[in-house]
């Protein structure tokens, strides 16, 4: 079973840019997470998608973040402008119906010079 | 709401010594409870998980974890750890429709 794909791996820009995400979850998973994960500390969500529908965004800085998951499959995130306390790992995770169990991908990381 | 609270930050360890991470949760319902492991340069994956039934439950690579429902507790044990088990480890929660959230994790150590 292909597991949770993230793209970029790695990316540094400057602060005021802008810059996407993307990933793509397991085959089925309905459920998608993105979750900001800084240095030192534990993943923090920012937003939950239903298929394609959002389900909770309460912790998503809309004023410089935003996601989406036009065909509840595939989900992109974008920050613009990105701060320098942009900089982390971001994470993309899917859930399994049955059990709950997450899984995620390797991981975005943004450093903002 | 619900939070997560992992005591340990930082854990250091020999070879072959016993290992005991706490974590506790806040929520007053039925929970899940997960603890996630991730190993230097790769991605979170589980080790173990809760729904209901036996509170002591046995994960992958030796780990256990026991919940303790009057100390809303689901700390986690393994009686001999090895250098392999340098990673950072986190605990997890999720209570009723919230979404998991994750303790800010304990990073461990094991010397040869």
């Known amino acids: 079973e292909a597991g949770v794909a993230q793209s970029p791996r790695y990316k540094i820009i400057e602060k005021r840019q802008s810059v996407a995400f993307w990933c793509n979850p397991i085959?089925?998973?309905?459920?998608l997470y993105w979750y900001q994960q800084i240095l030192g500390q534990g993943p923090k969500l920012l937003i939950q998608?239903?298929?394609?529908?959002?389900?909770?965004d309460s912790q998503l800085p809309k004023d410089r973040f935003s996601a989406e998951r036009l065909k509840g499959v595939d989900s992109t995130l974008k920050i613009q402008p990105a701060k320098l306390e942009d900089s982390a790992v971001y994470l993309c995770?899917?859930?399994?119906?049955?059990?709950?169990?997450?899984?995620f991908g390797e991981g975005s990381r943004l450093t903002v010079l | 709401a619900q939070s997560v609270s992992q005591h340990n930050h930082h854990v250091i360890l020999s070879e072959a010594a016993s290992l005991e991470l706490g974590c506790n949760y806040s929520?007053?319902?039925?929970?899940?409870l997960f603890w996630y492991v991730q190993y230097p340069g790769q991605h979170l994956q589980l080790l173990l998980k809760?729904?209901?039934?036996?509170?002591l439950v046995k994960g992958i690579k030796g780990f256990e974890a026991e919940f303790i429902k009057s100390k809303f507790s689901f700390n986690l044990r393994k009686p001999s750890v090895q250098w392999s088990d340098t990673a950072e480890y986190f605990c997890?929660?999720?209570?009723?429709?919230?979404?998991?959230?994750f303790g800010r994790g304990t990073s461990l150590i094991v010397h040869p």
């Open positions: 995770a899917s859930q399994a119906a049955n059990t709950g169990e997450l899984f």
């Open positions: 085959s089925g998973h309905a459920t």
């Open positions: 998608f239903q298929n394609n529908g959002v389900v909770d």
């Open positions: 929520y007053g319902g039925t929970v899940n």
């Open positions: 809760y729904f209901s039934g036996d509170p």
């Open positions: 997890a929660v999720k209570g009723g429709s919230y979404i998991p959230t």
